[in-house]
């Protein structure tokens, strides 16, 4: 899409603000609106913020950042009224100088795309995020009373959360996002919408918008949208699985799990302690696994939904791997990064994966196991070459940090699970 096209649209739907929008380090979505009639100009120039505020991005000593809008990203908020309505864009983020900005996971995961391009490798990644419906108090902050009592594939009147699921589809095919399946999920409250699979780049943007979407047209229904890992302690936790597709000159290399097929996806399996930090970053990511088909050991199989990898049955373009340990906390830019990236050292190293797991390997007691608390992952992210060879150091270490506060306080005693979960509840 190029200028002129936009510029049509902006006159079509009476468009009067524009929405910024990028992702801090953590995964958190945020923005700025600009009138309709400073594109151009935040186009040629870019749009500063102050980036000292943003954690993890820049001290207050070098605090200027440039917002350039990506023109791909182009969407029109279907929830903001029709009347002078609201677009968004995706954003690129630079220093004055236009030197891109090493915290800027767009920028990240669009240059490992190309590099895996240049190498005659494409993907396909599909996101399938799970999210829970609670009710709000009178002064609308969310609560953690689910919305109802509804379990796996139900249907009203037990199902209450259809109608809300009916809108959030529209909603995604309005900005342009394929959903292809939506039903109630095992917890109270808890619900699945899963869209069609992309690119590496477009599949973390919709991730964003989806969330987005969810949140919003929840909170038009007076209820809160949570993407908490684990909100409820004895219920499902929300998971976030990865789909993951391997092409190489337009042939699906898992269709007939090719070598190279295997041998990405055994260096996902080896790297996959190191990643956790960044595929689970909450205290609350941790009680998840282990419970509900949530995994806990490093694995794989075919059918078998315990494992921490599995290769489902499939045809043609469906054929992939998913990865089932990820929750919807995690950054999803910095998260694909890392995976892609620790495939392609897989195929580089010609790895060769464990042999594939029988049984209930989440009541197995042997094997390698992922980390059991954020302070395990954290600690195991932090010696890790690999992790600061994908993502810059100096984001690495202020991304630990952070997670590592987060642990001694809960290991420290200092907050409980549950106040812990209701301080997180309302931004997840």
């Known amino acids: 899409m190029d200028v002129e096209d936009i510029r049509q649209l902006l006159a079509e739907y009476e468009v009067k603000f524009i929405r910024l929008a990028f992702c801090d380090i953590f995964g958190r979505q945020k923005n700025i609106a600009i009138m309709a009639d400073e594109l151009e100009h935040a186009l040629e120039h870019g749009v500063s913020f102050d980036a000292s505020a943003i954690k993890g991005f820049l001290n207050i000593s070098e605090s200027d950042l440039l917002l350039f809008p990506d023109l791909d990203t182009f969407s029109i908020l279907p929830w903001r009224p029709a009347d002078r309505g609201v677009a968004r864009f995706y954003c690129y983020i630079t220093y004055p100088d236009r030197r891109p900005f090493e915290g800027d996971g767009r920028y990240l995961l669009s240059r490992i795309e190309k590099k895996s391009s240049l190498a005659g490798y494409s993907f396909l990644v599909g996101p399938e995020c799970e999210f829970y419906l609670f009710e709000t108090d009178e002064k609308g902050f969310p609560t953690l009373c689910p919305f109802d009592d509804a379990g796996y594939f139900d249907m009203a009147p037990l199902d209450r959360g259809e109608n809300v699921r009916r809108e959030i589809c529209f909603a995604l095919e309005n900005m342009g996002i394929k959903p292809e399946r939506s039903h109630h ?237 209701r301080r997180f509840l309302r931004f997840i």
């Not at 995690?330 to 892609?340: A, F, T, V």
């Open 185 to 421: 999920e095992h917890g109270p409250g808890q619900n699945e919408i899963d869209f069609r699979c992309s690119s590496p780049l477009k599949a973390a943007d919709d991730m964003m918008t989806f969330k987005t979407a969810v949140k919003a047209i929840a909170q038009q229904h007076g209820l809160f949208a949570s993407f908490m890992p684990k909100p409820l302690r004895n219920e499902s936790g929300s998971g976030l699985h990865i789909n993951l597709s391997l092409y190489e000159d337009n042939e699906n290399l898992f269709e007939k799990e090719d070598p190279k097929a295997m041998s990405f996806m055994a260096g996902i399996l080896r790297r996959m302690n190191e990643i956790t930090a960044f595929a689970n970053p909450l205290v609350s990511s941790y009680e998840r696994f282990g419970h509900f088909e949530a995994p806990s050991s490093v694995s794989w199989s075919h059918q078998n939904r315990s494992t921490l990898v599995r290769i489902p049955h499939a045809e043609g373009n469906d054929c992939r791997m998913e990865v089932r340990s990820p929750d919807p906390s995690s950054n999803p830019y910095l998260l694909i990064s890392l995976l892609l990236s620790a495939g392609f050292e897989g195929i580089a190293d010609g790895a060769v994966p464990q042999m594939e797991a029988a049984g209930d390997m989440i009541s197995l007691s042997s094997g390698q196991k992922l980390p059991s608390s954020l302070a395990a992952a954290v600690d195991a992210a932090g010696k890790s070459s690999f992790i600061r060879s994908v993502i810059p150091p100096g984001i690495v270490d202020a991304y630990l940090e952070d997670r590592q506060a987060e642990a001694d306080e809960y290991g420290q005693g200092l907050s409980d699970y549950d106040s812990m979960i």
